[in-house]
């Protein structure tokens, strides 16, 4: 089975499992503004409850006036707009100061969160969603095949990704035959493992697609898409430790990794085994599950 279709039976899998991912990124924006007027309500509702037992702890209808005498400030008590010079606050009051000062922040801060709270209210109403796409749906249909559009979704970006054709490494023809559940030719059961793992998660990922480094062209075992940042990832799992001449490449291929600029956990995974130390299956599986998260899936 060559690349090409071995790619096109990926983006059947992952489209299929993942028709509707445009449609929720579609909602992001909306489920932030939400997200922002529920943190926005509850602090509205908090310096609320604040002020209204402040107000009960201090002198009715009296204001804070600081004035600085050298490096330290002194404050007082102003019952009227018109009285300037006030009530001279002494150190054994300063509570007072502190509570007045924090009913003048909070009433202030009501104003603000207020105003920003209609703003967003505002916003969330007139919103419209999936902003290319729907004015795309606009124009007649014999206008839309002349229209290139400025974005792609995340959906349509993981297609073009996937159907990009690529050489990929053959196989020998007495080399063990390893494949997934979907059907996809890899080089030893680890890799069938780590494969239908990435599939029964809904991570596409390619197969020995190539990959120039500076000391050559190599075949990363799975190259993995970030989707948050439409960079790749890439995995190779080592699994013959054991064998001198095999780690000694293994190194080799890290370091030639790392002086072109890829590094683990950035960029590349590394993973290995020995026949003392297998595949550990459920640290793989916990690990792709944590992955999932981060390359936006």
Do not use: C
């Not at 080089?187 to 599939?199: F, G, M, N, P, Y």
């Amino acid at each position: 089975m060559n690349n090409k279709t071995n790619n096109k039976m990926n983006n059947k899998m992952f489209t299929r499992k993942n028709r509707d991912i445009n449609r929720d990124n579609d909602k992001d924006i909306n489920l932030d503004i939400k997200s922002e007027i529920g943190i926005l309500e509850r602090a509205l509702n908090r310096t609320m409850l604040e002020l209204g037992e402040l107000r009960m702890l201090v002198p009715q209808g009296v204001r804070l006036h600081a004035q600085k005498h050298g490096n330290v400030y002194q404050y007082y008590l102003r019952k009227e707009k018109t009285d300037l010079s006030g009530s001279y606050l002494k150190s054994e009051d300063r509570s007072i100061a502190i509570m007045l000062a924090q009913i003048e922040y909070d009433e202030k801060l009501i104003v603000i969160l207020e105003r920003n709270l209609n703003s967003l209210r505002k916003l969330e109403k007139s919103w419209i969603n999936n902003t290319y796409e729907n004015t795309f749906a606009k124009m007649t249909p014999g206008k839309r095949e002349l229209v290139k559009l400025p974005y792609l979704s995340d959906e349509d970006y993981i297609k073009n990704w996937l159907e990009k054709g690529y050489e990929g490494v053959d196989f020998k023809e007495d080399a063990p035959e390893y494949y997934t559940k979907r059907g996809l030719r890899v080089r030893s059961k680890s890799e069938v493992i780590i494969a239908d793992i990435l599939d029964d998660m809904s991570i596409p990922f390619l197969y020995e697609k190539p990959l120039m480094l500076k000391g050559g062209t190599v075949h990363p075992d799975f190259t993995l898409l970030n989707i948050k940042d439409r960079k790749e990832v890439y995995w190779e799992h080592f699994g013959m430790m054991d064998d001198m001449e095999y780690r000694n490449n293994a190194f080799y291929k890290i370091r030639s990794y790392e002086s072109s600029g890829f590094y683990q956990y950035e960029s590349v995974i590394w993973t290995f085994e020995t026949e003392r130390y297998p595949l550990n299956i459920k640290g793989i599986r916990d690990m792709i599950k944590e992955l999932k998260g981060r390359l936006g899936y």
